[in-house]
């Protein structure tokens, strides 16, 4: 059971509840699946799930699959495990779908009432007759055809006796509507187009702010938790509902999605993304996709906390992406072993330690969590650092290694830098040292003071690793239909070093905490076994603090 947070949804399902308006609860998380979902689909499935949860309810995942043009299986396998991977089972597997047929008779209930009719104009046509915010719509020649005409059409359209486009059925409300949404709006359109699920049965498809209400009723869903963008159509929801022949009357509820700095939140954005291949696919670690952050190295667990700590209400908002980075550092601290990675190597040659001998010294495994104990590390005349630790004239208040320096080597010694050699192109390849024997970290030595300590790997031992470091995806906050615009394209930098013996035989997602450079993962899909590639999750550190 997860901790909850209360928010304004709550309330009003307490109400419910208490008042006697529904004996238990049902919420549904209903993808279309047009593509992967993405963080702000995490909110409504957290959203959902711990609701229903927390009151004794059920939550349905149901496919909201009545878009053939755009809808693939590939999707709904993918929907599927990433719920999975989040920690949560629905109660009942459903699509659109599979009620159809029972769409279809609803369709053909409201047309005996007089309440739906079949219309012959085009898109743009009845798009031009819908009016303004300010001017009334005009009603098509078509709104006053009989009962048994309609029927007939209908049924026309249903057995593939017109083209797409050629028709489509629109229910009979108010073309005055002040609500453009209620101006008889298009409840089916004509698409011959095989369905994922239904192959070639159908070749008209109920529209969604037909099919949505339906599906709920049909489902027994109490409580339909929906984004702001679909508050201007819950009067057509309720219509539906109301004109629905249905004993199940769900409530729609309309919350503000979730909006992230620096990330696209739209699904026809990232898919462009991928198509014009700015990315390596929806699980491109740098995706704000469920699938892409595990890839990446996410858990489960910061990304449910993070969606429950950000609230749900009314009002649109930003959200700082650090805090979600702030409750994956929270999470991986604790779960993290502490190892050492060179990433961007130079080799040092310890000039009077013993070739050929190699000591093994302990290192804590991970201080946040002393549990994990230790491991050995290896010690021996030639170890990699970073380029970086090293200049040949540094600035002041520079405390790496320079020449005619002193600094410590993590869980090691102290080494002195006395010369270097450089290539044709000058730069450094070797830095020749030698190190103090009393100096054994952990020995009690106190006598001298160094101001730089160094991470290193031993190079008899060393494992050869690819690293991948990530930046934003977005380099500002990308507005309109120009957001590839704002592409970053120094978002991902490839680097290739060493990582601990210790290394050697990692597995897909196993997580470090790599001395300096931050939490990293192992790509699941690049990896093999002696080249580990790591995917840097998360920085260390950040300015971002959690109110």
């Known amino acids: 059971m997860s901790e909850h947070h209360t928010h304004f949804i709550k309330h009003i399902v307490t109400e419910d509840m208490e008042s006697g308006a529904y004996d238990s609860i049902t919420t549904r998380f209903p993808p279309e699946p047009n593509g992967y979902l993405h963080i702000g689909h995490a909110k409504s499935i957290v959203l959902n799930f ?8 059920t939550t349905n995942l149901r496919f909201d699959d009545t878009n053939p043009l755009k809808e693939d299986k590939e999707y709904v396998d993918a929907i599927k495990e990433d719920i999975e991977w989040l920690g949560y089972e629905p109660e009942n597997l459903r699509f659109a779908s599979n009620y159809f047929e029972e769409m279809y008779n609803q369709a053909v209930s409201l047309i005996k009432r007089g309440l739906a009719y079949v219309e012959d104009l085009s898109q743009d046509e009845v798009r031009e007759l819908r009016g ?47 609500n453009i949404n209620l101006r008889d709006p298009v409840l089916y359109r004509i698409s011959h187009t095989d369905h994922h699920n239904t192959g070639s049965d159908w070749c008209i498809y109920p529209m969604y702010s037909f099919a949505h209400p339906l ?55 990232l898919k462009q993304l991928v198509d014009e291949a700015f990315v390596d696919g929806w699980d491109d670690p740098r995706m704000p996709t469920i699938s892409g952050l595990r890839r990446r190295g996410f858990t489960p667990e910061s990304i449910k906390q993070f969606c429950r700590e950000i609230g749900v209400s009314k009002a649109d908002n930003l959200v700082d992406v650090r805090m979600l980075e702030h409750f994956l550092r929270e999470d991986l601290k604790l779960k993290a072993p502490r190892t050492m990675a060179v990433l961007d190597p130079v080799k040092v040659i310890i000039t009077n330690y013993p070739e050929g001998e190699t000591e093994w010294l302990p290192a804590e495994v991970n201080p946040e969590n002393e549990e994990m104990g230790t491991r050995q590390i290896p010690f021996s005349r030639e170890i990699y650092i970073e380029r970086e630790d090293f ?35 000058g730069r450094v390849t070797e830095l020749y040292c030698t190190y103090d024997p009393e100096t054994k970290s952990g020995s009690g030595f106190d006598a001298r003071k160094v101001k730089g ?49 210790n290394m050697a035989d990692v597995t897909a997602y196993d997580k470090f905490q790599f001395f300096r450079h931050g939490y990293f993962s192992v790509d699941p899909k690049d990896s093999s076994p002696g080249a580990p590639v790591f995917n840097r999750v998360v920085e260390l550190k950040s300015s971002f603090k959690l109110k």
């Open 391 to 425: 200049m040949e004239d540094p600035p002041k208040k520079y405390f790496r290694l320079f020449p005619n320096n002193e600094v410590r080597i993590k869980h090691a010694y102290f080494i002195h830098c006395h010369d270097f050699k450089k290539d044709e192109n």
């Open 215 to 269: 599906e709920d009723a049909i489902e027994g869903v109490t409580h339909s938790l929906c984004t702001l963008e679909f508050e201007d159509q819950r009067p057509l929801y309720d219509w539906v509902i109301a004109k629905a022949d249905l004993a199940s009357e769900p409530k729609q509820i309309e919350f503000a999605r979730l909006n992230l700095t620096n990330t696209v939140m739209s699904k026809r954005k």
């Open 132 to 178: 303004t915010l300010t001017e009334p719509g005009k009603e098509s020649p078509a709104r006053n055809r009989s009962v048994e005409e309609n029927l007939e059409l209908f049924e026309q359209m249903r057995s593939g006796a017109f083209a797409d486009g050629e028709k489509t059925l629109r229910a009979k409300i108010d073309m005055s509507s002040p």
């Open 453 to 501: 300590t160094l991470h290193y790997v031993e190079a008899g031992h060393a494992v050869p690793a690819e690293f991948r470091l990530y930046e934003r995806l977005i380099d500002d906050e990308a507005e309109g239909d120009n957001f590839l615009d704002f592409v970053n394209s120094e978002s991902l930098t490839v680097k290739h070093g060493f990582v601990e013996p």
């Open 50 to 57: 711990e609701l229903a949860d927390e009151f004794g309810g």
